[in-house]
């Protein structure tokens, strides 16, 4: 289960980024950058973590042009990145020709090429917020399978939704193709800005490949704690 937990670093403060890992370099082997701990840590980080043995996901959900995108995901590939996403919603061609840059630099750095995601829609929109932001009458899951099945043909990797649209995804992409999970909330930690949520057991059972926590890891008491809880939770889903 170590293999399937991402600890999101959802803070800019490089020493208490420091300290975190520190603390749970043996307990976790990935851990996401998300922009504030990118402007902490610069492409640093990515050597750092590898010395540590650990592995990074590069959470910056690229949306942009095509070619900036590639450009972005080419660097960040090139630097060492093990996991890279970017918003479905960029379009197919933004996600094809990035992940013929993945390949490139790959290729050229004579490194595995890391693992490409696209976002479906965020975690923190529900049904009526998605319609009420997007002016869609479609259901919320629709548009998430739609973005999934749009990603694997653009030749992403996988996707990063919520643990409740695991089913479906499955079911329109299939078993090989990744599903990482953030919005996990264990029964004793908050829910805070989170709306479609489960917890870490249920979202293992759903069939997650991973699941991503933050704030009910670095937010706890006791970080390491709180991760062996979820650790355990894991496990025996
Ligand atoms: O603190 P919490 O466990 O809610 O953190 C979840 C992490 O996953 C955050 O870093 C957030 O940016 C990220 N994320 C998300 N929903 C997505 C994609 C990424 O919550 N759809």
Redesign the pocket.
Known sequence: MRDRLIV?L?TDDGEDIDWMCATLAETVRWF?M?FQAFSALGMEAFPWFKQNGHKTFV?L?FHDIPNTVARDVGMMTKHGANMINMHASGGFEMMQTARNSADDAAYKANIPRPILLG?T????IDETGFQQNFGSERQLTKQVVYLAQQAKKAGLDGV?ASPLEIESIRKACGDNFLIVT???RPEWAET?D?RRITTPAEAIRRGADYI?????IIEADDPLEATGMILDEMREA
Do not use: C, E, H
């Not at 829609?121 to 923190?124: A, F, G, N, V």
């Not at 991503?212 to 009910?216: I, L």
């Open positions: 999101a959802d996401k998300g959470d959900k976002v829609l965020l975690t923190s990063v953030p919005g996990i805070g989170q991503v926590v933050g704030r009910p």
